[in-house]
């Protein structure tokens, strides 16, 4: 018997103007990366611009063996991220993969 799965991807580009150092740049950043992974069940990694201090881009990934599950989770992402992130939202692109 085989399992369908589908995962979903979602690339989040953030700018963040008031950021000096990198080190202030994880402290904005933080606070919205735990806040999604705990509220909407997905992982969360950095995955470009490591070395800017005002940009940021992450990888939200979801996981269900229901398409409309994933995309519901995704949404619930970016709601999460209109209500919650100050600065700039650079990019929010979603894709839906069946494995």
């Not at 995704?74 to 894709?95: A, C, F, H, Y």
Request: hydrophobic share 40%; with cysteine.
């Amino acid at each position: 018997m085989e399992i369908t799965l589908y995962v979903g991807i979602g690339r989040l580009e953030l700018h963040i103007p008031e950021a000096r150092n990198l080190k202030a740049k994880r402290s904005h950043t933080r606070s919205l990366i735990e806040r999604i992974r705990s509220r909407h069940q997905v992982l969360v990694t950095e995955v470009d611009h490591q070395n800017l201090h005002q940009r940021a881009a992450f990888a939200v990934c979801a996981f269900s063996a229901d398409p409309v599950d994933v995309e519901s989770r995704l949404r619930r992402v970016e709601k999460t991220i209109d209500q919650n992130w100050s600065g700039n939202v650079l990019m929010w692109d979603v894709e839906i993969i069946q494995v």
